[in-house]
């Protein structure tokens, strides 16, 4: 508990000796103050992180998440390291204000297991969570890493070279779930990176901080789990173009085969026409002999129709000779009659010639007969 807690004791679980602490020039009781109000809002600071812990783990790229409420000791030790470091942030530092002075009061880590997954993560931040107005984004590296600009743009991040190797991207969030405004402190790195960080923080504090042979190993343990990282990259974009390839043998595989179905339909549609073609040319053969057939019936119906027609034209020609007849006998009988009719005038003329007859003398039957019918017309 930190009412319990004494200076020295404080000093001494912390490695700050006199003089620092004389540097730092901060007073005990308002370092433990600090330290004192903090551990009563532990609680309450616990409850958002568990809440902020569980959305981001939801976010894609995301494998896992790890969250903690900073611990009221570290916390005062942070405050007197910062002293020391003459940081001008922390220079009016009170129980007032602190917890907008210190932005790790919560921490939350997001670890992903290819670096690429950063920038989905990213995206999600930028769309759920407030990012402080007073920091971009941090994006801190080992010297001599290679950082995208395109993807990591001098617009939106801040970079800067670690000065322990770390590579992780540092987030202030702010939020406000009761009356005060809290910040909030959301890391993203790789599970390599995790790993690394930890055993350096675990090595490092609070022993052979210094000591040179430890740094060296540990500046090889951090250039290894750089390239594990480049490894899962590399394996990650590998797997990716085997998986295209296998996709596309498989598609071109794909497309052999129906091409190959395709063929043996159009095989079977060729065969299927031969034999269409076979019944065609039979069939066209029995229309040809059909035709043959039909023109050799056309050939006698027109030589009985002539014949026909010949009867007919007799017919006719008997029919005029017969009417001709009639009309010969007619024109005979009239022949006669007239001539009989002209021997009977001349008889009556000769008559009246040798007796003479009175005016009163009625006609004699010859002579009604030719008054009457007129003088005859020769029909010759």
């Known amino acids: 508990m930190i009412n319990e807690l004494s200076q020295q004791e404080f000093m001494s679980r912390n490695r700050i000796s006199e003089e620092d602490w004389k540097k730092a020039g901060i007073e005990w009781s308002l370092l433990k103050s600090i330290g004192v109000d903090h551990q009563q809002q532990v609680k309450q600071l616990d409850m958002y992180a568990n809440m902020l812990a569980g959305l981001v783990q939801q976010y894609d790229g995301v494998h896992s998440v790890r969250w903690r409420v900073k611990d009221p000791e570290h916390l005062m030790e942070k405050v007197v390291r910062k002293k020391i470091e003459c940081n ?94 809290i910040y909030t402190e959301l890391q993203v790195r790789t599970i390599f990176e995790e790993g690394w960080s930890e055993i350096d923080h675990r090595v490092r ?23 594990a990282d480049e490894m899962g990259s590399f394996v990650q974009g590998l797997a990716k173009n085997i998986a295209e390839k296998n996709a596309e043998v498989a598609k071109a595989r794909e497309e052999k085969d129906e091409s190959v179905e395709a063929m043996d339909r159009m095989v079977s549609d060729l065969q299927g026409k031969t034999q269409e073609h076979d019944k065609a040319e039979e069939t066209i053969q029995k229309l040809k002999d059909e035709l043959s057939r039909m023109k050799r019936l056309n050939d006698k119906e027109g030589k009985s129709l002539l014949g026909w027609n010949d009867f007919l034209r007799a017919s006719d020609s008997l029919s005029n000779l017969s009417n001709s007849w009639r009309e010969a006998q007619e024109l005979s009988s009239s022949r006669i009659h007239g001539l ?14 040798n007796s003479p007859v009175s005016t009163s003398q009625k006609p004699s039957s010859a002579q009604k007969k030719v008054a009457k019918s007129g003088p005859a017309k020769d029909k010759t």
Do not use: C
């Open 88 to 181: 001008e942030k922390y220079g009016d530092i009170s129980v007032e204000n602190y917890w907008l002075k210190v932005t790790d009061l919560i921490g939350v880590r997001a670890l992903h297991l290819f670096k690429a997954e950063a920038l989905l993560i990213h995206g999600s931040i930028l769309k759920d969570l407030s990012i402080v107005d007073f920091e971009k984004p941090i994006l801190y590296k080992r010297e001599g890493d290679k950082v995208s600009d395109i993807e990591f743009p001098n617009e939106e991040f801040e970079h800067r070279d670690h000065k322990s190797g770390y590579r992780s991207i540092h987030y202030i969030l702010k939020a406000q779930p009761q009356k005060r405004e």
């Open 205 to 227: 504090y609070p022993n052979f901080y210094s000591d040179e042979m430890v740094v060296v190993f540990l500046n090889i343990f951090n250039r290894l789990a750089g390239q």
């Open 340 to 353: 009989s009719t002209v021997d009977s005038l001349l008889k009556a003329a000769l008559s009246s010639v």
